[in-house]
Every structure is written in structure tokens, then in C-alpha cells.
T-cell receptor
Framework: GQSLEQPSEVTAVEGAIVQINCTYQ??????LSWYQQHDGGAPTFLSY????GLEETGRFSSFLSRSDSYGYLLLQELQMKDSASYFC????????????FGGGTRLMVKP | DSGVTQTPKHLITATGQRVTLRCSPR?????VYWYQQSLDQGLQFLIQ?????ERAKGNILERFSAQQFPDLHSELNLSSLELGDSALYFC?????WGSGGKNEQFFGPGTRLTVL
């Protein structure tokens, strides 16, 4: 089966940098995605890594190491609006595009 | 606003009943996905349709069924409802069935189902 592990909660202060780790076990692997979800809202796409290395999008970066089955999301210059849940998700089936999500990491940004 | 619409926003019903959730994908998107989000199970993939055909299936219960219509909107039917079916149900869409690109899915606002 598939499983993804990520910390349940992380707290950081405004302006700081925070890293949210994700380790996965899947029968197949076609990429690691990150989604952000504010309370009561819909998940929104942040980033995707299919190959090893770092992908940067503004204040957010995502890293993947396929040999270690590990990735992380790096959030820089934290803002209060970054308080949300962050989910890593793997695409592990080439027959479709189904995503298997981790349990989510709740990030609380304090002033 | 992702461009994906879902109705209704909230639904309250009783055990044993049947409900239908509706989703309209973003203009031009051919794939529709259904996810269930509950407190104890997290965000779980249910089923994917691509251009009217079932493409991938997750741990969807036999009491649940879905379809995608020629105009590409999709409906998720939940029957013989149980208390444990109370959850947030999300629909998402993407342009293709999944190969290549950013693998991005666009989520609708969700339907909150409460079974009493």
C-alpha cells in the first residue's frame, strides 16, 4: 500500500523559515505534490516534483530525493496568511492521476 | 476561485438516505476527481473520470457511485448513508488524465455532508 508521513503540527514566527518534511512509501512513484488548505477552504496546488532537486516558486520551494523517498516544502519569509494545513501527495499510478495524500501538517505562524 | 463549482455547499440528511453531489469542472478540463475529507481519515481519493469514462478508483465504498456526463459535469451518489459518511467531499479537475506537466488538480469549494 501507500503511506506518507509528515509532522502533524509546526509553529513558527512571522518572517522566519520553516521546513515541512514528507516521507513516502509507494508501490510506484510518478511525482510528489504539495497543497495548501486554509480552514474551511479547498486545497490549492503549491508545487510538484517529478525529478530529484529543488523547485522554487516565490517564497515557497519544494525538494525531492527519490532515492530517499523524501521531500520537503520550504516556506520563507513567513507571513500570518501562511497559517494553514500543508499536504504532501504522491501520484503512484500511471493509469490515472489519483493522488494519495499525507495526513497534513498544520502550520501556525505567530507574530 | 479555482473555476470548479460544487453544489450544494451544505447537506444535512438522515442515516439510510441517498444524496447526490454535483460538480462542474473548470472550462476545458476533461478529468474530474472526487475526494473525501474527514477528521479521522484525512483527504482520500475516491474516483477519477476522464472524458466520461472511469479512469482510476480508490477506496470507494460500494454504496457510493459516480458518473461524468457528456457536458463533463460529474455527480457523486451516496446511498444508505451512515453516520461515518459525514465529511467534506471535494471535486477537483485537471486538463488531462495525468501524464506530464505539473500534475496540478484544481479543487472546488467542497460539499459538507452531515448525516444525523
Amino acid at each position: 500500500g501507500q503511506s506518507l508521513e509528515q509532522p502533524s503540527e509546526v509553529t513558527a514566527v512571522e518572517g522566519a523559515i520553516v521546513q515541512i518534511n514528507c516521507t513516502y512509501q509507494t508501490s510506484g512513484f510518478y511525482g510528489l505534490s504539495w497543497y495548501q488548505q486554509h480552514d474551511g477552504g479547498a486545497p490549492t496546488f503549491l508545487s510538484y516534483n517529478a525529478l530529484d532537486g529543488l523547485e522554487e516558486t516565490g517564497r515557497f520551494s519544494s525538494f525531492l530525493s527519490r532515492s530517499d523517498s523524501y521531500g520537503y516544502l520550504l516556506l520563507q519569509e513567513l507571513q500570518m496568511k501562511d497559517s494553514a494545513s500543508y499536504f504532501c501527495a504522491v501520484r503512484d499510478n500511471n493509469a490515472g492521476n489519483m493522488l494519495t495524500f499525507g495526513g497534513g501538517t498544520r502550520l501556525m505562524v505567530k507574530p | 476561485d479555482s473555476g470548479v463549482t460544487q453544489t450544494p455547499k451544505h447537506l444535512i440528511t438522515a442515516t439510510g438516505q441517498r444524496v447526490t453531489l454535483r460538480c462542474s469542472p473548470r472550462s476545458g478540463d476533461l478529468s474530474v476527481y472526487w475526494y473525501q475529507q474527514s477528521l479521522d481519515q484525512g483527504l482520500q481519493f475516491l474516483i477519477q473520470y476522464y472524458n466520461g469514462e472511469e479512469r482510476a478508483k480508490g477506496n470507494i465504498l460500494e454504496r457510493f457511485s459516480a458518473q461524468q456526463f457528456p457536458d463533463l459535469h460529474s455527480e457523486l451518489n451516496l446511498s444508505s448513508l451512515e453516520l461515518g459518511d459525514s465529511a467534506l467531499y471535494f471535486c477537483a479537475s485537471s486538463p488531462t488524465w495525468g501524464s506530464g506537466g505539473k500534475n496540478e488538480q484544481f479543487f472546488g469549494p467542497g460539499t459538507r455532508l452531515t448525516v444525523l
